[in-house]
């Protein structure tokens, strides 16, 4: 947007002329880069912990920012979180801890989420107060920009009111692996090869402390990866064996919302696309079904709250406007589809076994 800006600038657009003198109040000049416009409209802060965080990601961060021209500042939320984790402590005497140091996963989780929604709070007061701190004149506050995908939020991968919580989510319509590729685009056409790094990098909240033996990943918490979240929901099949892991998110997405597919027409479309021979067997694939609706539907209610977003792809989950669905689903493993899912996997397991011990006779 800031290269387009610009762009209508240099051909002398008198309205984009007028917008920009109106909005990129920080400065008496036009800006002459898209770097220059960035730094006027966008702020970006990177809110790490002091155990949690790594070098990597807080570097890459700075560089970007760097790149894109953004007004960046990089600070810690220890204490915050440290403020807010005591409360329970100081009323109750029991002391949460991390899965790292011993503690049960509610108490883990518990500990992840006082990070996460710390970092809303933070974004707002930040977004009010940044033109106040830059002297913008007549002060006024920006908007808050959201963060979470498509797959992201089928799967409940977020916490309720983090950095899913903002104004506008650019990227909710967006499946990560749709994502990654127009990232790939961008690096190359913009001439930003520091977008690569985050292509390449490890999907990871870090909301647990890094050890020597432990570093948090999205998709195994997830049990499942981020592509194959994306074959739920997207309806074109995957075109090699190394795809049957790396779509599943999008692909399954995909299957629920544009194919019109519930959990037993999902499996049975994917025991066609994944199944057969040295692939994926049918159990493995009603497994990797099963997880999906159970957490989609145990999380459904997090997309009542969701940021709105640009719609993008038929495929956005946007519960607002494009995708309305049920706030509370009943449990899953109890219902009908699940067990039609699981006699399909008996059925097709008893046949492929009395055409092996055919095949074996067959041979003597």
Not at 86 to 113: C, I
Not at 224 to 245: H, I, K, N, W
Not at 254 to 271: A, D, N, Q, T
Not at 314 to 327: E, I, N, T, V
Request: some cysteine; aromatic content about 10%.
């Amino acid at each position: 947007m800031c290269r387009l800006v610009v762009d209508a600038i240099k051909a002398g657009n008198e309205e984009v002329i007028e917008d920009v003198k109106r909005i990129a109040v920080y400065s008496d000049k036009l800006p002459e880069t898209p770097e220059d416009f960035c730094n006027q409209i966008f702020h970006t802060v990177y809110m790490g912990m002091e155990k949690q965080s790594s070098k990597e990601t807080r570097q890459r961060a700075k560089d970007l920012a760097e790149r894109i021209g953004s007004y960046h500042t990089d600070m810690n939320i220890d204490d915050t979180f440290h403020a807010t984790k005591n409360l329970l402590t100081q009323g109750t005497g029991f002391e949460p801890k991390f899965k790292v140091h011993g503690g049960s996963a509610t108490e883990n989780l518990a500990l992840q989420n006082i990070q996460a929604r710390s970092r809303m709070v933070i974004a707002y007061y930040y977004a009010q107060m940044l033109p106040t701190v830059r002297q913008r004149p007549g002060g006024g506050s920006l908007l808050v920009l959201g963060s979470s995908n498509v797959d992201e939020c089928l799967r409940g991968y977020l916490t309720k009111y983090d950095c899913s919580s903002a104004d506008l989510n650019p990227l909710g319509a967006i499946s990560k692996r749709d994502l990654k590729s127009f990232i790939s685009w961008a690096a190359k056409n913009f001439d930003m090869p520091i977008l690569e790094e985050f292509i390449h990098a490890t999907p990871t909240a870090e909301l647990e402390p890094i050890t020597e033996n432990y570093v948090q990943s999205d998709e195994i918490d997830m049990g499942m990866t981020y592509d194959e979240l994306s074959r739920f929901g997207v309806s074109e099949p995957a075109t090699d064996q190394s795809q049957y892991c790396d779509e599943t998110d999008t692909l399954l997405q995909r299957l629920r919302k544009e194919s019109k597919l519930g959990p037993y027409g999902m499996f049975l479309r994917l025991v066609e696309e994944w199944g057969g021979e040295g692939k994926l067997s049918p159990r493995e694939i009603a497994t990797k079904v099963k997880r999906f609706y159970h957490f989609h539907y145990i999380n459904r209610h997090k997309q009542a709250v969701a940021t709105p977003a640009v719609h993008v792809e038929d495929y956005s989950p946007d519960d607002h406007r494009f995708d309305l669905r049920p706030l509370f689903y009943p449990p899953a493993f109890q219902g009908w589809s699940f067990q039609k899912i699981d006699k399909r996997v008996e059925a097709i397991e008893k046949a492929l076994e009395k055409k092996q011990k055919k095949a074996e006779g067959g041979l003597q």
